[in-house]
């Protein structure tokens, strides 16, 4: 009886004990809408656009707890002064106090950016600014614009923007900017706080944070006109959406100010100025001297050997186009010599930045391994058989490793410079069927070019889908360590015809008398560059796959993208992208028309292959995911040629091997 009173009393106390646990545990509370609204503004001491403004703190408060992030990369103030502002954020509110005293009679501008955002979600405030006056009259007008980088498009984020009312070409290296921004993700740029007049507008990526272009290192952007800012009034007409059901709800017209201008491209480039020195220098063996510069260089250092000036002839020389990474293959006589000192006499960077005659005097030691005494044999491991001594070759090697490309030479290397080489010793084998049998056409090597004395191509008609084997006959090349090759074989095969694709552009607007070229992109990285001949821009012998495409005005010719310069005032040549991605299948011939000012500069490049990319709003990146696009074109199922039987398995529509294209 008393275990069933208890029972009893445990089962009516159980229900309350678990309500009472509920009520104690501490969790979060459910349901209610995620937080995706940024900050409001509420109030600020001064007021916004306030007049006469004599204190020199500033406070803003907001509807919620802010931080402010990122303080010295996103706000900036206009004018700049000595001192830079410290911002900082407590509760709701965000402070500014000035260190310097504030200028008479001037309108201040502190631009955030997006750096204050709410405490809890880090929704993120864009494109707040506030403006206030020290003296009786306020500057409202702005210029708005987008920085873009000039060869690849790409949006320059927290890129320094200024304005200057000196129109002289020297404010730029030597002035402050008088009023600044900075670009936000998008590379969009508003400078405010403007007074009437007339300006011209540069971009700096300003690493040395004086405002201004004092480092030939730094990136920069200008305008070719000045500009002079105005503002209008005029009416436009607001859709307002219903939030729940998408359709359009009201239609309103009211009256703003337009601030121009509000669409300045500004291209940025970097000079590409380095600081030269000799940067690395080292005996790679005893074979070989290797330099490393800082820059390239028009011309190459005078080299010689330190007692022994006169000496000719004691090198060859390796090196790339730019002059900056040089290999000196030692002649033998000095290929024995342990402790080697050269003088090298060349321009290097000075102290104002300008090249001036320098001497380094360099020694390099070559430590040599120690030579092992042979191990007396045992009596019953003597023999009378004597054993051939072994001999050092020349290494060869095929550069390009793999199958061989039917529109290509093909490169061979050798380990050393050569002193000889006889062209006769190389052959050539078609596999047919099973049985090798000898080319029509025997390979003759030819040294490659100018700047690598060990490499030679062999320029050779190749078919399509064929197995070729190349023999070098030993002691064919001589390298000027006296080594020779040995018997070199090896078998390769060319691809099928039905592997290649060809891609044309026809291009318009281009211009008739300005030299182009296009470079055909694996994202955004160049596989190819051509020549645009008569607005056609062609690609043959492709490997299927997807594509993307930057077309250049070359306007010196020179077939290379040149950046500007600003001592010139030459801008960067100016670059277009096809504004969609390219997909191409086997065996197939495509062509796009591609008008260059069809879509707006900003918009060309595709968002598939930007890397600077801005961060997606909350409230749309979930409508964004939903509704996302591909930027890939429809793919067409099977590639139809009229010109060909259908019935006949050997009309085949052969890719000539000269074109590429499909006949």
């Known amino acids: 009886m008393h275990d069933s009173h208890n029972t009893l009393k445990y089962l009516l106390l159980a229900p309350l004990a678990l309500l009472l646990a509920a009520c104690a545990s501490i969790g ?31 406070e803003i408060d907001f509807d919620e707890i802010v931080n402010v992030k990122d303080v010295f990369t996103k706000v900036v103030v206009s004018p700049v002064s000595k001192s830079v502002p410290r911002v900082s954020s407590q509760g709701h509110k965000v402070t500014v106090q000035f260190e310097d005293t504030l200028r008479a009679n001037t309108t201040y501008t502190i631009d955030f950016g997006n750096a204050i955002e709410d405490n809890n979600e880090g929704n993120k405030l864009q494109g707040f600014a506030y403006t206030f006056s020290t003296g009786p009259t306020l500057d409202t007008l702005r210029i708005s614009g987008m920085v873009l980088d000039s060869k690849d498009l ?23 900017m008088e009023r600044v921004a900075k670009t936000d993700d998008r590379g969009r740029f508003t400078i405010r706080g403007l007074a009437p007049g007339t300006y011209r507008v540069f971009a700096l990526q300003d690493v040395d944070n004086d405002y201004r272009w004092a480092n030939p290192e730094e990136n920069l952007a200008f305008l070719d006109v000045t500009v002079s800012p105005t503002a209008t009034r005029e009416e436009t007409t607001d859709s307002i959406f219903n939030l729940k059901t998408g359709e359009l709800d009201t239609v309103k017209t009211r009256t703003r100010t337009v601030y121009l201008p509000n669409d300045i491209l500004l291209r940025s480039f970097n000079t590409g100025y380095k600081s030269q020195y000799l940067e690395k220098y080292e005996r790679t063996d005893s074979t070989r001297i290797f330099l490393k510069f800082g820059a390239p260089a028009a011309g190459l250092p005078k080299v010689s050997v330190v007692g022994a000036p006169d000496m ?93 490309e039917v529109w290509k030479p093909m490169t061979l290397e050798f380990e050393h410079p050569l002193s000889r080489l006889d062209t006769a010793a190389f052959h050539m084998e078609v596999k047919v069927d099973t049985v090798w049998k000898p080319a029509d056409t025997q390979p003759v090597p030819i040294p490659a070019d100018t700047l690598s004395p060990r490499r030679y191509i062999i320029d050779y008609p190749w078919s399509y889908e064929t197995t070729y084997r190349l023999t070098v006959d030993s002691l064919a090349a001589e390298g000027i360590y006296g080594f020779h090759n040995g018997k070199y074989t090896k078998e390769f095969s060319t691809k099928k015809e039905d592997d290649y ?26 596989v190819r560059r051509v020549k645009v001949e008569n607005g056609v821009a062609f690609f043959p012998f492709l490997a299927p796959g997807k594509y993307n495409a930057r077309y250049y005005e070359d306007f010196n010719g020179n077939g290379l993208y040149d950046a500007g310069d600003y001592d010139s005032l030459r801008q960067p040549d100016l670059v277009y992208y096809y504004p969609k991605s390219v997909n191409i299948k086997k065996n197939w011939d495509k062509t796009e028309s591609w008008d260059l000012f069809a879509t707006a500069i900003d918009m060309m490049k595709p968002e598939a292959i930007k890397k600077n990319k801005p961060e997606a709003d909350k409230r749309n990146r979930q409508r964004m995911k939903d509704n996302k696009e591909s930027d890939e074109e429809d793919e067409e199922e099977e590639y139809f040629d009229p010109t060909r039987n259908p019935f006949d398995p050997n009309d085949r529509g052969r890719r000539d091997r000269n074109t590429g294209r499909l006949r």
């Open 312 to 404: 000719k002839d004691w090198y060859v020389m390796e090196r790339n186009a730019a002059n900056d990474s040089l290999i000196y293959w030692l002649r033998p006589t000095l290929v024995a010599t342990d402790t080697l000192r050269l003088r090298v006499d060349y321009l290097r960077t000075d102290s104002l930045r300008q090249l001036s005659a320098a001497t380094d005097t360099l020694r390099f030691i070559t430590n040599r391994p120690k030579v092992k005494k042979a191990k007396k044999k045992k009596e019953e491991e003597k023999s009378d058989s004597v054993s051939a001594p072994k001999i050092r070759l020349l290494n060869v090697r095929i550069v390009d490793d793999g199958a061989q």
């Open 154 to 176: 790409e949006p320059q984020q927290g890129m320094l923007v200024g304005a200057y009312s000196n129109l002289s070409d020297t404010a730029f290296k030597t002035l402050p």
């Open 501 to 526: 694709c060809t891609l044309t552009f026809n291009i318009s607007n281009g211009g008739d008398t300005i030299p182009a070229f296009v470079e055909l992109l694996n994202g955004d990285n160049p």
């Open 28 to 58: 979060n509370p459910s349901g209610g809408p995620r937080d995706e609204d940024p900050p409001r503004f509420v109030r600020s001491n001064p007021a916004p656009g306030s007049l006469n403004v004599k204190r020199d703190k500033i």
